[in-house]
Structure formats: structure tokens, C-alpha cells
């Protein structure tokens, strides 16, 4: 797991003022609503903030793919519905927290199981999944 650095510069990339549905608006136009910083946008809490790779298939319904770089928040409570990085029996795992009709860890693929909780369940939630990077172009 890699913690965000907190001295690191900042790095204004153009924001378009539109959104794109299909395409990219051409540069020429003049559509530059802003700039932002990356680490501005995903990273709230940064002494609480920390970024882990997803492995597997278990969370593509969520746009999680095996690879993606998850950028994961220990100062949030989790909420019904959440993405969280939770550890159970020993192993580090991404799911949904649900907490209703019954306390689960809920994979976002209909091919892989819930994994359900109780009061002997060994599970402790890490953090919040907040952003999820996914390389579309592969090197």
C-alpha cells in the first residue's frame, strides 16, 4: 500500500468545461474551464489517505478492474453501500458493506458470493474506496 506524499508539488492538468458523451473536444476550442491537481481531487484527508492496486474480478459492476489504482480513505465512517477495503479472516478484500437486510461483504460481479458477517466474524474495515483509477490505454 502507498501512502500519498504530502510535500509533493502541485500538478495543474486542464479541466474541460464540458462533459463528453462520445469524443474529446478539439484543442483548439476554447473550452479550458480550469485546471485541478489530481491529489487535490481524490486525496480529502491525506494523513488518512492511501492508495492500494485491485487484484481480481470480484468488483467490475463498480468499474473496479483487475489493476485499478483505488484510492482508499481511513477517516470515513463506512456507510451502507460503501466500497471498503476490509480484511477478513487474515486477507485483504474490496466489496460493498451492506449493512441491510444483513451485515455482508457484497462483490459487485454475480459470479462470486457474499461474504456474510456476524459477531464472530474476523473482518475489520481498513477504509473507504473513494476513487478508482483504471488505465485504459495498457503500456
Known amino acids: ?18 462533459r463528453v ?14 485546471t485541478i491537481d489530481l491529489n487535490l481531487l481524490c486525496v480529502q484527508h491525506p494523513a488518512a489517505t492511501f492508495y492500494v492496486r485491485a487484484s481480481g474480478h ?23 453501500g460503501d466500497t471498503v477495503l476490509a480484511a477478513y479472516d ?19 460481479n454475480p459470479s462470486y458470493l457474499p461474504i456474510y458477517l456476524d ?5 475489520q474495515i481498513f477504509g473507504v474506496v473513494t476513487y478508482s483509477l483504471h488505465q485504459t490505454r495498457q503500456p
Not at 500500500?1 to 464540458?18: C, D, V, Y
Not at 470480484?58 to 451502507?80: K, Q
Open 21 to 34: 458523451a462520445c469524443g474529446f473536444p478539439s484543442p483548439a476550442t476554447d473550452w479550458i474551464e480550469k
Open 1 to 18: 500500500m502507498q501512502k500519498p506524499t504530502t510535500n509533493a508539488p502541485e500538478l495543474q492538468i486542464p479541466l474541460f468545461g464540458t
Open 58 to 80: 470480484s468488483m467490475t459492476g463498480v468499474g473496479i478492474h483487475d489493476g485499478d489504482l483505488l484510492v482508499v480513505d481511513r477517516s470515513l465512517t463506512p456507510r451502507n
Open 90 to 108: 487474515g486477507e485483504f478484500t474490496v466489496k460493498v458493506f451492506q449493512t441491510l437486510p444483513r451485515p455482508a461483504l457484497v462483490p459487485a
Open 119 to 123: 459477531e464472530a466474524s474476523d473482518m
